[in-house]
Structures are given as C-alpha cells and as structure tokens.
C-alpha cells in the first residue's frame, strides 16, 4: 500500500521560508520522479515543481528561483525548500509519484502578515 505522508506547512509571513517534506512508503522510491503540486482556494491544482530519479529538478516558472526540490532516497523522501514566499503561494501542498494516481494528503501553507 503507498503511503505519501507531507508535512512542513504552516503560517509564515511574507519575504519567510518554509521546507516541505514528502515521506513515501510501499513504493520503490528511488526509481520513481516526484512532483509538487498545489492548490488555492477557488483555484485548479497546479504543478509546482518536479524532480527526476537521477535528482535532475524541474520548476514552474512562478517558484524558479524560489523553491528548491530535492530528495533523499534513502530516507524516501522528497522536500520542498520554499525561499521568499508571497502572499500567492499560499495554498495547499501535495506530492505525487510521477505517473500514478498516488498523492498525499496535502499540508496547508499560508503566507500573511
């Protein structure tokens, strides 16, 4: 059975960090990519940032430069490092293994003075 369990969120203000974490289990996790996603309220859930098995990342164009991904596969882990953060990027937080159906459960992240 796969697990994606994230954790890491919370309220920051703007200009903050926050770093995600994405712990799998019952997958062999180190041959899969790994995305981010997210989702406002009111808004479609959009891709954040990805990262290949060979730890090549890929970013969307809002967060380039901002959000780092990176993983650690002996931990089976994938993280989120989120620099510099917005008022815009507050939303809820999810990962995924990259072509399958399986996601976490999400971690809320809230931007606000």
């Known amino acids: 059975q796969v697990q994606l369990v994230e954790s890491g969120g919370g309220l920051v203000q703007p200009g903050g960090s926050l770093r995600l974490s994405c712990a799998a289990s019952?997958?062999?996790?180190?041959?899969?990519?790994m995305d981010w996603y997210r989702q406002a309220p009111g808004k479609q859930r959009e891709w954040v940032a990805g990262i290949f098995s060979d730890g090549r990342p890929n970013y969307a164009n809002s967060v380039n430069g901002r959000f780092t991904i990176s993983r650690d596969n002996a931990q089976n882990t994938v993280y989120l490092q989120m620099n510099s953060l917005k008022p815009d990027d507050t939303a809820v937080y999810y990962c995924k293994v990259v072509g399958t159906s399986h996601w976490g459960q999400g971690t809320q992240v809230t931007v606000s003075s």
């Open positions: 019952g997958i062999y996790f180190s041959i899969y990519a």
